[in-house]
């Protein structure tokens, strides 16, 4: 009797983890020639890609192939590649 305190934590521990999934993480991904690039932490500049301004397009999305959503912080610029030997193409 006196342990089924330390039981109980037990399953709650066991549940908790057994339960919780897995943060899926988001990629960045830009779209210019027809060509998806994976930009994922690589960062803007002139020997990889920008984001220009454009009102109709959007630069960065979060999953290639026009799965994926719009960046919120990268919404109304379009991607463009600067030196695409730099950046990897989506797989």
């Given at each position: 009797m006196s342990k089924l305190p330390l039981l109980a934590f037990v399953l709650a521990?066991?549940?908790?983890?057994?339960?919780?999934?897995?943060?899926?993480?988001?990629?960045?991904?830009g779209l210019a020639?027809?060509?998806?690039?994976?930009?994922?932490d690589i960062?803007?500049?002139?020997?990889?890609?920008?984001?220009n301004q454009d009102e109709t397009e959007d630069c960065l999305f979060d999953q290639p192939f026009g799965m994926?959503?719009?960046?919120?912080t990268e919404q109304e610029k379009v991607f463009v590649v600067q030196n695409?030997?730099?950046?990897?193409?989506?797989?």
């Open positions: 521990a066991f549940a908790a983890v057994a339960f919780t999934s897995p943060k899926a993480s988001t990629g960045e991904y020639g027809g060509v998806w690039y994976d930009v994922t960062d803007p500049d002139e020997d990889t890609y920008v984001c994926g959503q719009p960046i919120s695409a030997s730099n950046l990897r193409i989506a797989q």
